[in-house]
């Protein structure tokens, strides 16, 4: 099993900047990636960043080129530097772990962090 915890996040004004940390323990061997999604009231969870174990970095759409995803060489804590911030990247942001068994993966998240951006 993996554990994530969060820290970082808050209220920020548009065109400001945040930062968000996730420290990941446990079975870490089995990680194949660790990223950050976000649900805001009313929509879907989705896809922010991700880095994959052997470092492939994927963006979603709407952040790409505002948003940066970084990791420490112990693959165990990644950070979400958040640039330009808009409203609409109001949510709650999630840390998730794929942790691959043989014949499954299986998804592990944080407990969220809020980010709150005012026009």
């Known amino acids: 099993q993996v554990r994530l915890v969060e820290s970082g996040g808050g209220l920020a004004q548009a065109g400001g900047s945040l930062r968000l940390s996730c420290v990941a323990s446990?079975?870490?061997?089995?990680?194949?990636?660790l990223g950050w999604y976000r649900q805001a009231p009313g929509n879907k969870r989705e896809m922010v960043a991700v880095?994959?174990?052997?470092?492939?970095?994927h963006y979603g759409t709407s952040v790409r080129g505002r948003f940066t995803i970084s990791r420490n060489d112990l693959k165990n804590t990644i950070w979400l530097q958040m640039d330009n911030l808009k409203p609409e990247d109001t949510a709650v942001y999630y840390c998730?772990?794929?942790?691959?068994?043989?014949?499954?993966?299986?998804?592990?998240w944080g407990q969220g962090a809020q980010v709150t951006v005012s026009s």
């Open positions: 998730n772990a794929d942790y691959q068994t043989d014949s499954a993966v299986t998804d592990y």
């Open positions: 880095i994959t174990d052997f470092g492939s970095i």
């Open positions: 446990g079975d870490m061997t089995r990680v194949t990636a």
